[in-house]
């Protein structure tokens, strides 16, 4: 664990521990990976500018979001298949969050019941994608509801799936088609085949789809089962309203990119929006989320804006603040953390997290998280003259 000084550290050492398919699913962006790199492009294109001799001693990254304090203004993005890559990584993922006070996002496209995930973190968000039918949508829904979560996501940049040429390139499909190159890569990773997938197996079964639909998907692992993709390409505005209208809950849309959408979602009732662009998985060449994050904080001034997308550091937490977010969500690391070290990796993972954000804000000069604006970037946001004179 003494080993894991930052969160590309995780990522390292799962490349190691995880089968080049599985590992290939949570590294994997789409085509040329021209969105995944312009994510990191986009905070690097971004400078902060500090304030010195400002008494820090007391400064709190406490953050307040939907009636509710938490440790940091991060939290855990959802990932499909993390029980594939970590055992119970859904599980291990919420558990983690309670200890830790941040907010875990479970994703629709997971291997584990979200009844399970929701008895081990009741205040745990759920992340639908929605079923293509009216009916399905309502079924899900009112799983969801009945499981006592708070805060339903509902992502809307899925309307077909992506081009999958990487995923095939590393050997993963979903269900996974036994091979020979599949068998070896169990068997010349031990530590994952016998700590993780076997382990899962001879425990609960095997992994199933479980949460896309209210009834149970396709098998992870099959030679023939195809997975039931619903065709979302007639989904529109009037489906959302009907989510709004069945959910008494806290309602988050992700996946905005233009901020005539996110008007429109806030006319339709939503409490939050997450800019994001699926971490660069779905429509390679999509703007980075933190590039059209002040457009969307502007034209939408009621509801707080989050974002996710290449957050690695805890100066993107910060530039991503500055820039009008009131909370960021970070995925792949956190998986990462998961399949090596389990929970005590996600906890560790976050506590680096942690660390970089307050060893940031005191080099800022910030004692909280509300300070952090416009006025610590540079190039000069609004108003230049102001930029560097505070």
């Known amino acids: 664990m003494s080993e894991m000084l930052c969160l590309d550290d995780f ?13 290939g699913y949570i590294a994997s962006a ?3 990976y021209r969105s995944f790199q312009g994510n990191r492009e986009a905070f690097d294109d971004v400078g902060l ?9 007391r400064r709190s990254m406490a953050t307040p979001l939907f009636g509710r304090t938490y440790a940091s203004p991060f939290g855990i993005a959802p990932m499909g298949l993390a029980a594939l890559s970590a055992y119970r990584g859904d599980i291990v993922l919420a558990e983690a969050a309670a200890q830790e006070n941040v907010p875990m996002i479970m994703s629709g496209s997971s291997l584990i019941p979200l009844e399970q995930v ?4 009741p205040e745990a ?13 309502v079924a899900l829904i009112e799983r ?8 339903l996501v509902v992502t809307v940049d899925t309307p077909v799936q992506p081009n999958r040429e ?4 590393a050997g993963f499909s979903a269900p996974l088609r036994p091979s020979a190159r599949l068998a070896w890569e169990g068997v010349t990773h031990p530590r994952w085949l016998f700590g993780t997938f076997l382990r899962t197996v001879v425990r609960h079964g095997l992994p199933h789809f479980e949460n896309n639909y209210a009834t149970r998907g396709a098998p992870i692992l ?7 993709f619903a065709d979302r390409g007639h989904l529109d505005w009037r489906h959302f309203a009907l989510i709004r209208k069945l959910w008494p809950g806290t309602l988050v849309i992700k996946g905005i990119l233009d901020a005539r959408d996110a008007r429109m979602a806030v006319d339709a009732g939503v409490d939050g929006i997450i800019v994001s662009n699926h971490g660069g998985r779905q429509l390679d060449g999509a703007v980075a989320p933190l590039r059209v994050l002040p457009h969307v904080v502007r034209a939408c001034p009621s509801v707080p804006v989050m974002l996710d997308s290449g957050v690695r550091r805890g100066s993107d937490v910060l530039k991503a603040l500055a820039l009008g977010a009131k909370f960021v969500f970070v995925g792949r690391p956190f998986c990462y953390a998961a399949a090596v070290q389990g929970r005590a990796g996600v906890c560790k993972a976050i506590a680096l997290m942690k660390h970089e954000v307050s060893r940031n804000m005191a080099m800022l000069g910030v004692t909280s998280v509300a300070e952090i604006d416009e006025r610590f970037l540079w190039p000069p946001r609004g108003q230049p003259s102001e930029a560097g004179t505070r």
């Open 11 to 23: 990522e390292a050492a799962a490349r190691r521990h995880l089968p080049a398919p599985v590992f």
């Open 30 to 32: 789409a085509e040329r």
């Open 49 to 57: 500018v500090t304030r010195v001799l400002v008494d820090i001693s």
């Open 118 to 121: 929701a008895r081990v973190n």
């Open 125 to 137: 968000w759920f992340q639908a994608y929605l079923p293509g039918d009216e009916p399905n949508i």
């Open 144 to 151: 969801v509801r009945a499981a006592n979560f708070g805060t």
């Open 166 to 169: 990487n995923y095939a390139r």
């Open 222 to 228: 099959s030679p023939n089962v195809q997975r039931d």
